[in-house]
């Protein structure tokens, strides 16, 4: 029986770990590497994963899902266990994320065409992600599942998009039951939408994210005074305030908050455009499955009734005429593709304009230089001048911050043995100081490639 680490080790994107038992072999999770350009090349390499016999995907954002159809493409055919939510929002994701591949290998071919190369192939294509969407097995928290000999599966609320699971796992070898405890993403407790994450009490290993093993979210109370002073400063500015959100969770987060205190913040001065079609599609989603978000079991009132929802190229070049007023809640949420670039060019030179950041922004993106201070960025050959006010809001997140991580790892019987992924060397290096301090944890910061025998 043994654990392989072969993504989101010693960095944030890529989830994806091997686990043998017997002679059976397992995914948890076959995520995406997103970074630079040179870090989502590593997505071309084939995963050296062999025969798989069946994936559990923990949720559907694409750092844990997006190589689900490149693994199909190797010969992958067995079933992807996942919540029934999951399901729902990976089909969304993994055509968005395919259609974002041939795109984006159609402007390189045009580029590779003038300079004599030979055309690449997009990583994955439409019906690539039809495919595997086929093999995905719908499953509902806190019900066991044996899914092979000698491995069954639990999954419970994690709190952090629609549908995350944490993903209890009792692996039976020789008689012998190892319970492995994988968290996927745990979600921020104060969250708008979305249950804490649930209380697991045993485990022999803690398979366990560290996003922001090194820092504490402001106070929920105080994100929103920090929203209310932004928005209602902004308004007599003349500008626009652009908003880079993840489609997935955060910008339905954002929506309910904006709703909630229209009033509070001055909203009937401006205009709430929601410029992504994805995004779109997936708060529609979210309605649906309303019945896993707290507010919504007495709250009758949709996501979108004070935002124009903009879904056409044409709806979303209109925006850009707008000078002031708007609110354009845009993909993608690290600023390295869609229609939130075309909002940048127009409105990043303007000092009288705001860009508020929401979500975490990995090393590589341009959503990271912006936060990081940079004077000038470049967006399609043309260098543009940051002069908007760039403020990051940190309180939004969707991840646990390090006391939600330390509490969450806190209510484990007996401090069991914990392995930290998804998260950088600076934040898994504190965190890992702290479970030792608080609790006497054995912790291990596994690398890409590093076994680990679970019957040791």
């Known amino acids: ?124 294509n439409g019906d690539d992600a039809r495919a595997v969407l086929a093999h995905f097995v719908p499953l509902e928290y806190d019900a066991p599942q044996q899914i092979l000999p000698g491995v069954e599966i639990t999954l419970r609320n994690a709190g952090h998009i629609l549908g995350a699971a944490i993903v209890e796992l009792a692996l039976t070898e020789h008689g012998k039951t190892f319970r492995l405890v994988f968290s996927g993403d745990l979600g921020y407790a104060a969250a708008p939408l979305m249950e804490p994450p649930t209380v697991v009490k045993h485990a022999d290993l803690v398979l366990m994210e560290s996003t922001y093993g090194n820092r504490n979210h402001r106070p929920f109370d105080a994100t929103l005074q920090e929203l209310r002073s932004i928005i209602r400063g902004a308004a007599d500015g003349g500008g626009n305030i652009l908003i880079p959100a993840f489609a997935v969770g955060r910008t339905q987060d954002l929506l309910y908050l904006l709703a909630e205190h229209y009033e509070e913040w001055g909203l009937d001065r401006w205009q709430v455009y929601l410029d992504s079609p994805m995004a779109i599609e997936t708060t529609e989603l979210y309605w649906r499955h309303r019945d896993l978000q ?86 399609w050959q043309e260098t543009i001048r940051v002069a908007a006010r760039i403020h990051t809001v940190g309180g939004l997140s969707a991840h646990a911050d390090q006391a939600g991580l330390i509490a969450w790892y806190g209510a484990f019987q007996g401090a069991p043995p914990v392995c930290l992924v998804h998260g950088e060397s600076a934040a898994q290096l504190t965190l890992a100081s702290q479970l030792r301090s608080s609790y006497g944890a054995q912790v291990r910061i596994p690398a890409r490639g590093d076994v680990l025998a679970l019957d040791a």
Not at 295 to 305: I, K, M, N, Q, T
Not at 365 to 378: C, F, M, Q, S
Request: hydrophobic fraction near 40%.
């Open 1 to 124: 029986m043994e654990l392989r680490f072969l993504g989101a080790a010693g960095s944030v994107t890529g989830s994806c770990h091997l686990l043998k038992v017997g002679d059976k072999t397992l995914l948890l999770d076959c995520g995406q590497i997103q970074g630079s350009r040179l870090d989502e090349e590593l997505n071309r390499v084939p995963l050296p994963v062999g025969h798989v016999d069946a994936v559990v995907l923990s949720h559907a954002h694409i750092d844990h899902s997006g190589r689900l159809p490149l693994l199909h493409k190797q010969g992958f055919s067995g079933p992807i266990y996942t919540h029934r939510a999951t399901c729902d929002l990976a089909a969304i994701m993994l055509r968005d994320a395919a259609h974002l591949q041939e795109k984006d290998a159609e402007w390189q071919n045009r580029k590779r065409q003038r300079k004599g190369l030979a055309s690449i192939e997009p990583l994955y």
């Open 294 to 379: 707290r507010p919504f079991r007495s709250e009758r009132r949709p996501l979108l009734a004070n935002a124009i929802a903009s879904q056409s190229t044409e709806d979303s070049m209109r925006i850009n005429a707008i000078e002031s007023g708007a609110i354009v809640i845009a993909g993608s949420g690290m600023c390295n593709g869609g229609r939130i670039l075309h909002h940048l060019k127009h409105n990043l030179w303007r000092p009288e304009c705001h860009v508020i950041m929401i979500g975490f922004q990995a090393q590589g993106t341009l959503g990271r230089r912006l936060v990081d201070g940079a004077e000038r960025v470049r967006l």
